[in-house]
């Protein structure tokens, strides 16, 4: 049985060009949350809406997070959880706690939780990513007991890296599948 995705984009939403609204169209089984607002993140607000969004699952399911929208679901498991949530892809996450790599909006969201997650994961980065460095990304990967992978140079792995269906990104996903 094929998983439920519940994708979660992260500051700015994800735009017609982004990968994660590329895969909602093309996945009949996924959703996206839609935050009511993109430009001005607050934690508890998006928190909120990410947690009722879980609470109304009803089969298994895969968090699917970009930048911001990856840190919100490690903020998520360290406060809640819900059985249906079976891993998380965890793309690009966006280091708030570096004021040299997000900007202040964004600082409210720190600091990043530090503790294993309750369910498998995978992060994603790219070396070039300017919102988060390889070796952030590989301790956070460890601390949330996740497997890592780098792809190389993908930027924030967003629209901006036209990265269309970003097949890659399947395959990795199909793998973390059969890895549950």
């Keep these: 049985m094929q998983p439920h995705f519940l994708i979660i984009p992260g500051l700015g939403g994800s735009g017609n060009t982004h990968w994660q609204n590329l ?3 093309k996945f009949s089984n996924s959703i996206m949350i839609n ?3 993109w430009e001005n993140p607050q934690l508890e607000k998006w928190l909120e809406k990410l947690n009722s969004s879980i609470l109304e699952i009803q089969e298994p399911t895969i968090l699917v997070g970009h930048s911001l929208g ?3 679901i490690t903020l998520w498991a360290n ?3 819900h059985h249906k949530i079976i891993g998380a892809l965890l793309v690009a996450p966006a280091d708030v706690d570096s004021p040299e790599h997000t900007p202040e909006i964004l600082r409210h969201f720190a600091p990043i939780p530090l503790n294993k997650l309750a369910f498998p994961s995978l992060v994603i980065t790219s070396s070039n990513d300017p919102y988060i460095s390889t070796e952030r990304a590989e301790i956070f990967s460890k601390n949330w007991g996740s497997t890592f992978v780098s792809i190389g140079e993908k930027g924030h792995i967003n629209g901006a890296s036209n990265l269309g269906l970003w097949e890659e ?3 990795y996903l199909k793998y973390f599948i059969e890895s549950l």
Excluded: K, P, V
């Design 23 to 25: 895969w909602n169209e």
């Design 169 to 171: 990104g399947q395959e």
């Design 70 to 72: 990856a840190i919100l």
């Design 35 to 37: 935050q009511e607002d």
């Design 79 to 81: 406060q809640f959880q």
